[in-house]
């Protein structure tokens, strides 16, 4: 049984920056992860992927050059670094395994089979 529960999110003001924990269980290190972001009245949308190995990732071009995935060697925690943080970035954002160990892009949510539960990103002064 798959599961993520993430962690990190929280209040901060616009050009600052928040790390966000992914933490899987149960043969997770086979999946490639994704975060996932919903704002209110939106659609959830793909922010990135990093695959098993972790040798590969991609980004929504919203949020390139500011965010960075990564996973540790263990490949049970996967972690979002959001730098430059802009009140459009606010929403809650999700991690999710996906249906194998590469990402897809673009990044949809039928590619992804076990979903953590959201943490709240608010980016406000």
């Known amino acids: 049984q798959l599961q993520l529960v993430e962690s990190g999110g929280g209040l901060v003001q616009p050009g600052g920056s928040l790390r966000l924990s992914c933490a899987a269980s149960?043969?997770?290190?086979?999946?490639?992860i994704g975060w996932f972001r919903q704002a209110p009245g939106k659609e959830r949308e793909g922010v990135s992927c990093i695959s098993s190995s972790g040798g590969s990732t991609n980004y929504a071009d919203s949020v390139k050059g500011r965010f960075t995935i990564s996973r540790d060697s263990a490949k049970t925690t996967v972690y979002l670094q959001m730098n430059s943080l802009k009140p459009e970035d606010t929403a809650v954002y999700y991690c999710?395994?996906?249906?194998?160990?590469?990402?897809?892009?673009?990044?949809?949510?039928?590619?992804?089979?076990?979903w953590g539960q959201g943490t709240q990103v608010t980016v406000s002064s």
């Open positions: 999710a395994a996906a249906k194998g160990p590469y990402c897809r892009a673009p990044l949809t949510r039928t590619d992804f089979r076990s």
């Open positions: 149960g043969f997770t290190y086979y999946y490639a």
